[in-house]
């Protein structure tokens, strides 16, 4: 009778225990481990506006050692609200996704914003709770303007300054030279090497965040430089890289505005990547739409 009575308290506190789970994260770890029976969330855009009716995937882990979660789906209503219920295990990852928008990664997030995708508990890195809402977000681009698109080039470029002219199109160009110390030896892991960047009738600036769509209105400079010495203060140059690679705006004395990918291959035959985007209307800014 004792040995029954104390199974039923034991089997009472550890039910108490699992559902208090759901509740209490620090306790999942009774048990199977559980992650709440109700999670309630949110999905907005960069601005905080609701995404209406975005898509949400759910994949759930049954223990801290499984990494293929089983998965379910929902969608978040008007307000891009969302619950679902009835979500045990160990581990919990959610992402949401709409047409239209881009996702938010941990590398390419920006100040004050939430991931689109997100993992809670067990062998992740956050703890959620039912009481909780869990913001998400997604990356809603400027309105589409058809854009030039000169696709991606790779060019050979001359190792003693001779010009290497860049097309946007027939009317917008820019002027790369390029410098190059040869190796004293074949062994030589580092030499000098120096680029310069001219728009020609106008300017460019970096672009820092690949979801600066928008070309800023000033800025600008005509000629930008790489160099890339050996030596710097008689002492290996700790940056020299061989490779070089910067995304740029570009403002032209038109008016237009464009964007390109600049990447710069020293070794060996030097190579120069360009892949190039501009507005052909004058004045506008919206650099947002890839064409296919």
């Not at 995708?117 to 039912?130: E, H, K, N």
């Not at 960047?197 to 600036?205: C, E, H, S």
């Not at 140059?237 to 403002?251: A, G, K, L, T």
Request: aromatic share 12%.
């Amino acid at each position: 009778m004792k040995r029954k009575g104390c199974l039923i308290y034991f089997m009472t506190g550890l039910g108490a225990m699992l559902l208090c789970g759901n509740f209490l994260p620090p306790l999942s770890l009774a048990g199977c481990a559980v992650t709440p029976s109700r999670f309630v969330g949110q999905v907005l855009d960069q601005h905080g506006e609701p995404v209406p009716h975005a898509k949400l995937e759910i994949s759930r882990h049954l223990t801290v050692f499984s990494f293929h979660g089983e998965r379910s789906y929902a969608e978040a209503d008007a307000e891009g609200c969302f619950s679902y219920y009835g979500i045990f295990g160990a581990g919990l990852v959610i992402s949401a996704s709409k047409s239209g928008y881009l996702p938010l990664f941990t590398g390419n997030v920006p100040d004050g914003l939430q991931k689109t995708q997100r993992a809670f508990w067990g062998v992740y890195d956050q703890v959620s709770s039912p009481r909780k809402r869990e913001v998400f977000h997604l990356y809603k681009p400027p309105a589409a303007e058809e854009l030039v698109y000169g696709r991606e080039k790779s060019l050979r470029m001359a190792k003693d300054g001779t010009p290497l002219i860049l097309n946007f199109d027939d009317r917008h160009h820019i002027e790369v030279r390029t410098w190059t110390d040869e190796p004293a030896s074949p062994n030589d892991r580092s030499y000098n090497w120096r680029s310069e960047l001219k728009v020609i009738n106008g300017g460019m600036q970096k672009r820092v965040g690949e979801f600066l769509f928008e070309a800023p209105a000033e800025g600008y400079t005509s000629i930008t430089t790489i160099n890339m010495p050996a030596l710097v203060d008689g002492e290996p140059n700790p940056s020299w890289n061989s490779r070089f690679e910067q995304d740029y705006f570009f403002r032209f004395s038109d008016d237009c505005f464009g964007r390109a990918k600049v990447g710069i291959i020293s070794g060996g035959d030097h190579f120069l990547i360009f892949e190039p985007y501009l507005n052909p209307k004058a004045g506008s800014r919206n650099l947002s739409v890839i064409p296919k």
